[in-house]
């Protein structure tokens, strides 16, 4: 049995391999670790050194999972497996919930989201995730359907080897969190209160944005103060983590996440995180986390804290952990238990033969 890996957003190098920064082509990589050999589903067929890309069309339904990273249209897409099947199996399919299901607010949507959930069996990244979809699948379908779905989940985690040494730098350095400038994200949000404690505390706010987020009214505004940087996404992923080594805090204005892996990612590397209070933080870090924040002023006391004194917050962070906080994340962040899952519920929902790496 093979796996052929369907996502929507995929761009690839020259070299073969898949390119872009974004979560979905960083969890292409992640896949490609799990099923080695797997192809890619494209709009056009290409071979490379390790993998293939094929369109949807040419999948062998008869030999293949496919993987939907894309979940809404995977009725849509178990259909054209089946008219494109010689001999009429049914099609392997499933579903990888890997991005914020709130993205989704019309009846049609969520009716379509949830279904393609119920008929297919569905792999979260995240518990929250998870509970999300199940909710969904028992007010948007039909009892039967609801009764046979298939959900399950593991947290993304992160891989341990690419951390790096810390180093301090001369100038405390205050990160955006995120990639893009969305709504959901509330960068406002973030510029008023780094704003208010750059004018009492001199930091330097540093953004790494992609392309079409540089060029936001949101990124103009913060690039416009002298305190800040905005720029590109780092090259690579080594370059990514020396940055986050040499950063003091975060602030994180998001209202919503399915995961955090970016939060978790700069905590892992020693900086603070003053997070707002809400559900989705509480679920990344160990109760008693001392750094959440309910209103602006307290981000704001709360940062302010993080870049003056941050021997002592870290001190505080690894009191919470029950010891260590870079410990903690390790137990529970870590994407060996990710890729040893969902490798195993492949398997499992398919009883024939796939082969992990």
Same mark, same amino acid.
């Given at each position: 049995?093979?796996?052929?890996?369907?996502?929507?957003?995929?761009?690839?190098?020259?070299?073969?391999?898949?390119?872009?920064?974004?979560?979905?082509?960083?969890?292409?990589?992640?896949?490609?670790?799990?099923?080695?050999?797997?192809?890619?589903?494209?709009?056009?067929?290409?071979?490379?050194?390790?993998?293939?890309?094929?369109?949807?069309?040419?999948?062998?339904?008869?030999?293949?999972?496919?993987?939907?990273?894309?979940?809404?249209?995977?009725?849509?897409?178990?259909?054209?497996?089946?008219?494109?099947?010689?001999?009429?199996?049914?099609?392997?399919?499933?579903?990888?919930?890997?991005?914020?299901?709130?993205?989704?607010?019309?009846?049609?949507?969520?009716?379509?989201? =949830?279904?393609?959930?119920? &008929?297919? /069996?569905?792999?979260?990244? %995240? !518990? @929250?995730?998870?509970?999300?979809?199940?909710?969904? #699948?028992?007010?948007?379908?039909?009892?039967?359907?609801?009764?046979?779905?298939?959900?399950?989940?593991?947290?993304?985690?992160?891989?341990?080897?690419?951390?790096?040494?810390?180093?301090?730098? =001369?100038?405390?350095?205050? &990160?955006? /969190?995120?990639?893009?400038? %969305? !709504? @959901?994200?509330?960068?406002?949000?973030?510029?008023? #209160?780094?704003?208010?404690?750059?004018?009492?505390?001199?930091?330097?706010?540093?953004?790494?944005?992609?392309?079409?987020?540089?060029?936001?009214?949101?990124?103009?505004?913060?690039?416009?103060?002298?305190?800040?940087?905005?720029?590109?996404?780092?090259?690579?992923?080594?370059?990514?983590?020396?940055?986050?080594?040499?950063?003091?805090?975060?602030?994180?204005?998001?209202?919503?996440?399915?995961?955090?892996?970016?939060?978790?990612?700069?905590?892992?590397?020693?900086?603070?995180?003053?997070?707002?209070?809400?559900?989705?933080?509480?679920?990344?870090?160990?109760?008693?986390?001392?750094?959440?924040?309910?209103?602006?002023?307290?981000?704001?006391?709360?940062?302010?804290?993080?870049?003056?004194?941050?021997?002592?917050?870290?001190?505080?962070?690894?009191?919470?952990?029950?010891?260590?906080?870079?410990?903690?994340?390790?137990?529970?962040?870590?994407?060996?238990?990710?890729?040893?899952?969902?490798?195993?519920?492949?398997?499992?929902?398919?009883?024939?033969?796939?082969?992990?790496?």
């Amino acid at each position: 049995m093979k796996v052929a890996i369907r996502y929507s957003g995929l761009t690839m190098e020259e070299d073969g391999t898949v390119g872009g920064h974004g979560a979905g082509d960083t969890l292409v990589r992640r896949l490609l670790r799990v099923f080695p050999g797997a192809e890619l589903i494209g709009p056009h067929i290409h071979q490379y050194r390790h993998t293939d890309v094929i369109p949807l069309e040419m999948v062998d339904v008869d030999q293949t999972v496919v993987v939907n990273m894309d979940v809404i249209d995977s009725t849509a897409v178990w259909q054209t497996l089946r008219d494109n099947s010689p001999t009429g199996a049914a099609p392997r399919l499933m579903n990888f919930m890997w991005w914020n299901w709130t993205r989704y607010d019309s009846t049609t949507e969520l009716a379509t989201l =949830s279904l393609s959930c119920a &008929l297919f /069996p569905t792999f979260a990244n %995240s !518990e @929250r995730t998870a509970k999300a979809i199940q909710e969904y #699948i028992r007010r948007w379908t039909v009892q039967h359907l609801a009764e046979r779905a298939k959900v399950s989940w593991v947290n993304l985690g992160i891989n341990l080897e690419h951390l790096q040494p810390r180093h301090e730098p =001369s100038r405390p350095v205050v &990160l955006y /969190p995120a990639i893009y400038m %969305s !709504e @959901r994200k509330r960068p406002q949000l973030f510029l008023d #209160i780094v704003t208010k404690v750059a004018k009492r505390v001199p930091i330097r706010v540093e953004a790494r944005l992609t392309e079409p987020h540089l060029v936001s009214p949101q990124a103009m505004a913060l690039s416009r103060n002298k305190w800040a940087w905005v720029g590109p996404l780092t090259p690579g992923r080594q370059q990514y983590w020396e940055a986050l080594a040499g950063t003091t805090a975060f602030l994180a204005t998001a209202r919503e996440e399915t995961y955090g892996l970016e939060y978790i990612e700069a905590l892992l590397a020693g900086a603070i995180g003053v997070m707002p209070d809400l559900p989705w933080t509480h679920a990344i870090v160990p109760e008693g986390y001392p750094f959440f924040y309910r209103t602006p002023a307290e981000a704001e006391a709360m940062l302010q804290r993080a870049v003056t004194d941050p021997d002592s917050c870290r001190a505080e962070l690894d009191q919470a952990a029950g010891g260590s906080l870079s410990h903690w994340l390790s137990e529970h962040h870590n994407e060996d238990a990710f890729e040893a899952s969902i490798a195993e519920h492949v398997r499992r929902w398919f009883p024939d033969q796939v082969t992990p790496a």
